[in-house]
T-cell receptor, first 116, second 114 residues
Framework: GEDVEQSLFLSVREGDSSVINCTYT??????LYWYKQEPGAGLQLLTY?????DMKQDQRLTVLLNKKDKHLSLRIADTQTGDSAIYFC????????????????FGKGTKLSVIP | NAGVTQTPKFQVLKTGQSMTLQCAQD?????MSWYRQDPGMGLRLIHY???????DQGEVPNGYNVSRSTTEDFPLRLLSAAPSQTSVYFC?????????????FGEGSRLTVL
């Protein structure tokens, strides 16, 4: 079955770059996502990448996708204390499988701690 | 703009009791779902619905029931609570024709079963 793996913890100093990594097993994944969960809150979509793209940049965020190795990464430049949160990698399958494209498989989440 | 609203935010139950977690969204989303979040386990899908009158099971449906009588509401029922159901529950919704996977989450309901 589908599986999404992430390391559980990452600690960085304020101002440094953070890189959160994710691997997935479903080669038919059409979209890959990064969600952010702040303490005591629900998840919020941070960014996503379509599977035919290699890279996507959005302000301080850079998403890199290596489809051959099924590896996804999220780089946060100039990490701030407000970036402290749990980051979830997720993938979805093509329409027609698993309730169309709405059903996501989430990783266990990476807890990012930013040291002032 | 309320988005996805879950009630209650906190609940303590005794083993064997039943209860309903409420979820309502005001965005006219067709798709709604329930996840549970446990430490070290990430999010696991319990049940989902692609429209009023249509529900289906996710990864961990045992011990839970759902119904979808309206587009707005998607309650989750625990029939006979067990300690293994102690968790944080999230309701999420999306429009089926937008970017797939852009789920909107509620703030969560923390359930403790003694």
């Amino acid at each position: 079955g589908e599986d999404v793996e992430q390391s559980l913890f990452l600690s960085v100093r304020e101002g440094d770059s953070s890189v959160i990594n994710c691997t997935y097993t479903d080669s038919s994944s059409t979209y890959l996502y990064w969600y952010k969960q702040e303490p005591g809150a629900g998840l919020q979509l941070l960014t996503y990448i379509f599977s035919n793209m290699d890279m996507k940049q959005d302000q301080r965020l850079t998403v890199l996708l290596n489809k051959k190795d099924k590896h996804l990464s999220l780089r946060i430049a100039d990490t701030q204390t407000g970036d402290s949160a749990i980051y979830f990698c997720a993938e979805s399958s093509p329409p027609g499988t698993r309730a169309g494209s709405y059903q996501l498989t989430f990783g266990k989440g990476t807890k990012l701690s930013v040291i002032p | 703009n309320a988005g996805v609203t879950q009630t209650p935010k906190f609940q303590v139950l005794k083993t064997g009791q039943s209860m309903t977690l409420q979820c309502a969204q005001d965005m006219n989303h067709e798709y709604m779902s329930w996840y549970r979040q446990d430490p070290g386990m990430g999010l696991r899908l319990i049940h989902y619905s692609v429209g009023a009158g249509i529900t289906d099971q996710g990864e961990v449906p045992n011990g839970y029931n759902v119904s979808r009588s309206t587009t707005e509401d998607f309650p989750l029922r625990l029939l006979s609570a067990a300690p293994s159901q102690t968790s944080v529950y999230f309701c999420a919704s999306t429009r089926t024709l937008t970017v797939p996977g852009e789920l909107f989450f509620g703030e969560g309901s923390r359930l403790t079963v003694l």
